[in-house]
């Protein structure tokens, strides 16, 4: 009995090293897999004036050529901000306001089909006013993010909330240049 038990954790732990070199080797090569951008789902704790916290979106410009997103285009390596707040949506509001931080976030990689449907779904006129309950941060990003990947984050009026559902091996720090 014993035997088979450590015959099984043996296997376990194999499977758990080769799948974690797999997407350590897929994440080191993202520019030649035809991606264009990263985007990072954004979380801070909380602080003035968002007592519950706020999350918005991050794109970076990955590839080597120009993109868009709404009215706004990116030169190679340059970040944008998105996000909803009290007054409604705004693009780099949070680029002001974080520069200079590291956030928690999540990331996934972007093709150009990809980056079109975060696009729409951004620019979407939904998102031009607030509501705490139905149109806040943690409804725009999750949005967002599930119009491009598939998954679904369960939404909350408290972006803290939404950080927690990361799971701890997808979780990095972005610095906000």
């Known amino acids: 009995m014993k035997k088979t038990i450590c015959v099984l954790l043996s296997v376990i732990l194999l499977l758990g090293v080769f799948s974690a070199a797999l997407s350590a080797s897929a994440e080191e090569t993202p520019a030649n897999s035809g991606y264009v951008a990263v985007m990072y789902l954004c979380v801070s704790g909380p602080h ?29 390596d340059q970040m944008l901000s998105a996000g ?22 999540v990331k996934t990689y972007l093709t150009e089909e990809k980056l079109e449907t975060a696009a729409r779904t951004i620019t979407d006129p939904t998102w031009k006013s607030f509501n705490l309950f139905t149109k806040n941060c943690t409804n725009f990003v999750s949005d967002v993010w599930y119009a491009v990947t598939g998954r679904r984050f369960r939404t909350f009026v408290f972006p803290v909330a939404l950080r927690n559902q990361f799971g701890s091996n997808e979780k990095v720090k972005v610095y906000i240049a």
């Open 48 to 76: 003035y004036p968002y007592f519950f916290g706020h999350a918005w979106l991050v794109i970076q410009n990955i590839s080597d050529h120009d993109i868009t997103v709404g009215p706004i285009t990116l030169v190679p």
């Open 84 to 105: 909803t707040h009290f007054s409604g949506f705004a693009f780099n509001k949070e680029l002001k306001e974080y520069r200079g931080s590291n956030v928690d976030a």
